[in-house]
């Protein structure tokens, strides 16, 4: 059964860093997939956050998080990451990994057919 795990979430004041991490167990080759991030916030809609390709590695990112968010990925350890730097009050949410088998260009939520239960991210002012 396919599944993502994410983990490092947690409460931190504004300006600080949290990493994030999703362990993957896929159906096919994690190097497969391209991965990204999204989250949510209370009464608001998922939004995409961040994604890095299956073939090239390109990562893309929302206007929102340019500059201070950095998306990585370990193969051989089917391992995700998040690096959250300059953190705001406006970047609390649940946050969630996700999988789109050999999706070269994955922005959107129906890109992804796999998801993890998420994990919290509360910065305080």
């Known amino acids: 059964q396919a599944q993502l795990v994410e983990s490092g979430g947690g409460l931190v004041q504004a300006g600080g860093s949290l990493g994030l991490s999703c362990t993957a167990s896929?159906?096919?080759?994690?190097?497969?997939?391209?991965i990204g991030w999204f989250r949510q916030a209370p009464g608001k809609d998922r939004e995409f956050v961040a994604a890095?390709?299956?073939?090239?590695?390109?990562?893309s990112y929302a206007d929102s998080v340019k500059g201070r968010f950095a998306i990585s990925r370990d193969d051989a350890k089917n391992t995700l990451f998040l690096q959250m730097n300059s953190l705001k009050p406006e970047d609390t949410a649940v946050y969630y990994c996700?999988?789109?088998?050999?999706?070269?260009?994955?922005?959107?939520?129906?890109?992804?057919?796999?998801w993890g239960q998420g994990t919290q991210v509360t910065v305080s002012s």
């Open positions: 890095i390709s299956w073939l090239s590695g390109r990562t």
């Open positions: 896929l159906r096919n080759s994690f190097s497969r997939y391209t």
């Open positions: 996700a999988a789109a088998y050999r999706v070269t260009v994955a922005a959107k939520s129906d890109d992804y057919d796999t």
